[in-house]
């Protein structure tokens, strides 16, 4: 799955454009166990060998916002209520969210009246310039400059295409980063509206993967190994994991940012180092009980 990482070091938008290879597909290899009650599981659907869609377990309320369109025209989250809602932070110099603006017109026209997509570009250029492109591409929704404090309370959206999904109560059920196959987009759109949609749903507790608040959730971390830790110093990593700030200019924890950024060398280092000194007594006891050559008896 393609998408574009964003850092803070551009020539033309103060921003970096990092090509990043996201995880692709419908289903996660490390998916929970579904629980009752997930929204969609009418009788019809297909049987548990089939394709799976991932919702999140006990959603939160999206982050609200009163913005104003490129016409000029009120764009507040709270007025699309009963409405599947898809928040798709994107930007016209990003190849990948370009790639999939035809795929949103089209999802749009085809549910119009049950679902709403919104544009929340996080272009530097001047409003023209945006303008202009909605109009080539025949955008049939509604597009807004996003401020930086929106996008902060989004999670600082890091890469793009990114999307968030919500369903008809305001809540964010799941979230994509990158180009994604536009089908998965429709079987979950049809899952919420409650239209047939031919898979399962899975859920899953958010653990920082939607937003990073809830990184404090995690029992497991990329790239940092815990499997040599007793069950006691696991929590107490964890714990350090999320009080710790990163080194690296994010201004997460350690946690955050191995969630949000796992190519990070700096929240691996540091996130190894904590595991490394909570197994260095064990190390030291276990050297210190083999009994030195000089111990030994003659005979």
């Keep these: 799955m393609i998408g574009m990482r964003i850092t803070a070091h551009s020539a033309k938008s103060g921003l970096l454009l990092v090509l990043g290879l996201l995880l ?16 969609g599981t009418a009788a019809g659907n297909v049987a548990a060998a089939g394709p799976v869609i991932r919702f999140v377990r006990n959603p939160d309320p999206a982050p609200p916002f009163a913005l104003k369109d490129l016409d000029g025209k009120p764009l507040a989250l709270e007025a699309l209520r009963g409405k599947v809602v898809l928040l798709n932070f994107w930007a016209t110099w990003c190849k990948p969210c370009r790639a999939e603006v035809p795929d949103l017109i089209e999802l749009q026209a085809k549910y119009a009246g049950k679902l709403q997509i919104v544009g929340l570009t996080v272009d530097d250029d001047a409003i023209e310039g945006v303008q202009k492109f909605v109009q080539e591409f025949g955008i049939n929704y509604p597009v807004a400059i996003t401020p930086p404090e929106l996008r902060a309370s989004y999670g600082g959206i ?50 920082g993967q939607i937003f990073l608040q809830h990184a404090d959730r995690a029992t497991e971390l990329p790239g940092v190994d815990l499997a040599k830790l007793t069950p006691e110093q696991k929590q107490a990593a964890l714990r350090r994991f999320n009080a710790e700030s990163c080194p690296c200019p994010c201004q997460l924890t350690l946690a955050q940012c191995r969630i949000n950024d796992s190519s990070c060398p700096l929240s691996q280092a540091a996130a190894r180092k904590i ?25």
Excluded at 24 to 39: K, N, R, T, V
Excluded at 159 to 172: H, I, K, M, Q, Y
Excluded at 180 to 188: I, K
Excluded at 202 to 207: R, Y
């Design 158 to 207: 890091p890469a793009l295409p990114t999307s968030f999904l919500l369903d008809t109560e305001g809540r964010v059920v799941q979230k994509h980063t990158g180009l994604r196959d536009p089908a998965l987009y429709e079987t979950e759109i049809r899952a919420l509206l409650g239209l047939p949609f031919g898979a399962r749903i899975e859920t899953f507790e958010d653990t």
């Design 275 to 299: 595991v490394a000194a909570l197994l260095a007594p064990a190390h030291r006891r276990a050297k210190s009980a083999r009994p030195a050559a000089s111990d030994k008896k003659k005979p």
């Design 24 to 39: 692709s597909g419908l289903a996660a290899a490390q998916s929970p166990a579904p629980a009752d009650g997930a929204p």
